[in-house]
């Protein structure tokens, strides 16, 4: 019959009939089904013989293929059907059709179930292969990757969170900065069960019976990094990526990148894939090149401030030179007879006021050298160019020079130093005097305007000042390096007031460029974040200047 018809091989390459046990079950089908199919044929029993052909099935399938159980189910339904029509060729009658139909249905139900069984058996070999080979796979890949990798338990540690969040904690970030040791502690629950040969090294370890075991031993006590990776066991976030620090064998203390997977369907937690990567190195490298680029720009600015001697001294002759002339207008109003008492006191007040401009200059000076952070504070540019025409008065009478402002009327104020930005405004200023004298012009106004400038990309609003001269204006050669340490136009200039100018505004957020005006001259301008949104009502009036000095020619300041 059809037992003969296969010992066959699952798919996927496992035999089937290579079993001893599964070898003689299948023998055992033989005898069987030439006993069943004589019963069935020459005996009286008025049964369901022909059933225990389900039996063969049975004995058969443990040895066959899918092909096989096929061929056994349809050889005994043959013999099931061959032995009703010899037995009952002159007397058929109904119960033995019944008595047939019962039996072929069992055969072919059997064969049916038996296949899908070997459907289910091939589909769970292949299945076990695969994850065999991916467990290899894995394995292979563990062992041999260069980054450090740890499998660690972490059923205790979720256990633990469990039962705190059964306890009625609803806020974990709270509940570690109540409790200061409370992660250290949970932490310590962590166990690792295997690591790989990057790990032995990277920890300086002689085997894994060193490393394998509780991991509160390798962690330093203050590391932030366990609280966070509670909180994100806590939030059901499948990974967790951050900065750590671990305590090496030989007790280094080591700072890594960490990456944790956790299982996404809640189970698994007993093997749970961690990644570190040292960075050690990088970081001392980050930390030492941070220190030097400090000491070099301390170092720069000390440099720098050798360079800036000569122009720290013109920017002082300014303050000491009206202080000198107030001081002789004084003497001469005290040495009247009368005394003019009242006008002798206001060359004074000038004095004092000359004399505290020089010792901001001197102040900023030095903070250029010290580690101290620049104080800034909310000004208004409107008002600081009036002080600056006030400053800059004996320089524009002896260019015969007139100052002109424009001021809009809704400009907000800027943060930033006010000395800083005042000489800022002064050098400007004193660079269009100059430049006019070179240029030889008849028309000698020099034009400040303060207005709002078109907000930056971030939307900020923008405070513009800019100053224009009179003079022949910038030509294209020198523009470019305009702003470049030590590079000047002037044969008696230091090359240093604009590359401080341009310092001064980048400080306070800004940017300072320069361009030709159509109708001649050069125009300076700067751009400066607004403090503040611009007031809704209108900005007070601006008192005009007081003159400095009073025997100077006052030069005549207008504003448009």
């Not at 089908?29 to 004589?38: H, Y």
């Not at 620049?374 to 009036?386: A, F, H, N, S, Y």
């Not at 006030?390 to 400009?411: H, K, Y």
């Not at 930005?421 to 430049?435: E, S």
Request: hydrophobic share 45%.
């Amino acid at each position: 019959m059809g037992a003969s018809g296969g010992a066959g091989v699952v798919p996927g390459g496992s035999p089937m009939a290579g079993r001893p046990t599964e070898r003689r079950l299948g023998i055992l089908a033989i005898p069987l089904t030439f006993a069943v199919f004589v019963v069935d044929t020459f005996t009286d029993i008025e049964s369901a013989i022909a059933v225990l052909y389900v039996l063969v099935l049975l004995l058969a399938a443990t040895m066959l293929s899918r092909r096989g159980i096929l061929r056994v189910a349809a050889g005994c339904g043959s013999l099931a059907v061959l032995s009703f029509l010899l037995s009952h060729r002159h007397d058929m009658d109904l119960s033995a059709v019944l008595r047939c139909g019962v039996s072929l249905s069992a055969i072919l139900i059997t064969g049916a179930l038996l296949v899908r069984d070997h459907d289910s058996r091939a589909l769970l070999v292949r299945a076990n292969g695969a994850l065999a080979r991916s467990e290899k796979r894995y394995r292979a890949m563990f062992e041999q990757t260069r980054v450090s990798l740890w499998e660690q338990d972490f059923t205790a540690v979720t256990a633990a969170l469990d039962a705190l969040r059964a306890g009625g904690v609803t806020d974990l970030a709270a509940h570690v900065q109540a409790h200061p040791g409370w992660s250290r502690e949970i932490g310590a629950l962590i166990v690792t069960t295997n690591v790989n040969d990057a790990t032995l090294e990277l920890l300086g370890a002689a085997g894994r019976a060193q490393v394998l075991g509780p991991l509160e031993r390798f962690l330093p006590e203050d590391d932030p990094a366990m609280p966070q990776v509670l909180l994100a066991l806590w939030e059901g976030r499948d990974r967790f990526e951050g900065r750590a620090q671990l305590i090496a064998a030989d007790g280094r203390v080591l700072t890594v990148l960490l990456g944790i997977s956790f299982p996404d369907d809640g189970i698994g937690f007993d093997q749970v894939v961690v990644g570190i990567v040292d960075i050690t190195q990088r970081e001392r490298t980050q930390e030492a090149l941070l220190a030097a680029q400090a000491e070099l720009a301390r170092a720069a600015r000390a440099a720098t401030l050798g360079a800036l001697s000569a122009s720290i001294a013109h920017e002082l002759n300014q303050p000491l030179g009206a202080i000198v002339l107030n001081a002789q207008a004084c003497l001469r109003w005290l040495r009247r007879d009368p005394p003019d008492i009242d006008t002798a006191a206001k060359a004074v007040d000038r004095m004092i006021r000359d004399g505290k401009r020089a010792a901001e200059i001197v102040q900023r000076t030095r903070g250029m050298l010290v580690k101290d952070a620049r104080r800034d504070e909310t000004i208004d540019l409107r008002q600081l160019v009036e002080e600056v025409a006030q400053l800059l008065e004996r320089e524009l009478a002896a260019a015969a020079a007139v100052l002109v402002t424009d001021f809009a009327s809704d400009v907000p104020p800027v943060r930033g130093s006010r000395v800083g930005l005042q000489q800022v405004l002064i050098n400007l200023v004193t660079n269009g005097l100059h430049a006019m004298a070179e240029a030889g012009s008849l028309r000698r106004d020099l034009i400040v305007t303060v207005d709002n400038s078109p907000e930056d990309i971030q939307g900020m609003a923008q405070v513009r000042v800019s100053v224009r001269d009179r003079g022949r204006g910038i030509d294209e050669g020198s523009r470019t390096r305009l702003f470049d340490p030590f590079f000047t136009t002037r044969p008696d200039g230091m090359g240093m007031g604009l590359a401080i100018c341009r310092s001064t505004v980048e400080s306070c957020g800004g940017t300072l460029s320069v361009h030709n005006h159509p109708e001649g001259g050069a125009v300076f301008e700067f751009t400066i974040p607004a403090a503040a949104p611009a007031p809704s009502t209108p900005s007070p009036p601006i008192p005009s200047p007081a003159p400095s000095s009073p025997i100077a020619p006052l030069a005549p300041v207008r504003e448009d």
